[in-house]
Each structure stands twice: as C-alpha cells, then as structure tokens.
C-alpha cells in the first residue's frame, strides 16, 4: 500500500487549501480513509474520515470549514480546507487501515499564517 499526499503550501488567515491523496496497492472503494494532522511540538491528531459508503466525520476544531471527499474510481482522498487558521499549520496525512496494518502516506505543510 502506498499513499502519497500533495497539495500542501502557505497561506494567510481565511485562505483555502486542497489536499490530495493519491492511493495504490489497495482496492480503495472498500476502505476508510482518514486526514490527519501534526502541529509542531504536538501529537498527531485525526481531522477527518470517510467511509467506504461515502459517510464523512469531522474533528470539531475542522467542522464547517473542512470537506473530505473520494474518487473511488481515481483512488484519490481529498480535503478541502476554508477559512483557514494559525492552528490548522502542521503537516498532513492521510492514513488506511489494511489488513491489520496502518499505512501513512509522506506528509503535506500546510501553513497558516495570521
């Protein structure tokens, strides 16, 4: 399994970013996918999930402003990110529970800054 996630850069407060996840080595329509993020000096912490069915949850420092979505044809994840804040800068990831095992893809930075 590899995931691999890309669309990371700076912007200023109240400005909008997109992430992409792109997934290989599963058959991405049957898993959950999940967005995390790791603030500097902070543990990781999950922002988001979506079900296999399409259902999404939300952390509740990103509900209202953030919005995961999934081409499962593509087997891509997205997180469309609004209304970004100095507390939403970290690196992000996105995560599959396969098999018994965890994968992480490699990081995107998103900083915000006020």
């Known amino acids: 399994v590899q995931l691999q996630a890309s669309g990371g850069g700076s912007v200023q407060a109240g400005g909008s970013l997109g992430l992409t996840c792109a997934a290989s080595?599963?058959?991405?329509?049957?898993?959950?996918m999940r967005w995390h993020r790791q603030a500097p000096g902070k543990q990781r912490e999950l922002v988001a999930e979506?079900?296999?069915?399409?259902?999404?949850s939300y952390s509740d420092s990103v509900q209202g402003r953030f919005t995961i979505s999934r081409d499962n044809v593509r087997r891509r994840l997205y997180l469309q990110m609004q209304n970004l804040q100095p507390e939403d800068t970290g690196v992000y990831y996105c995560?599959?529970?396969?098999?018994?095992?965890?994968?992480w893809g490699r990081g995107t930075l998103v900083t915000v800054s006020s």
């Open positions: 080595g599963l058959n991405f329509r049957l898993y959950s």
């Open positions: 979506i079900s296999n069915g399409g259902s999404a």
């Open positions: 995560n599959v529970d396969h098999r018994e095992r965890t994968f």
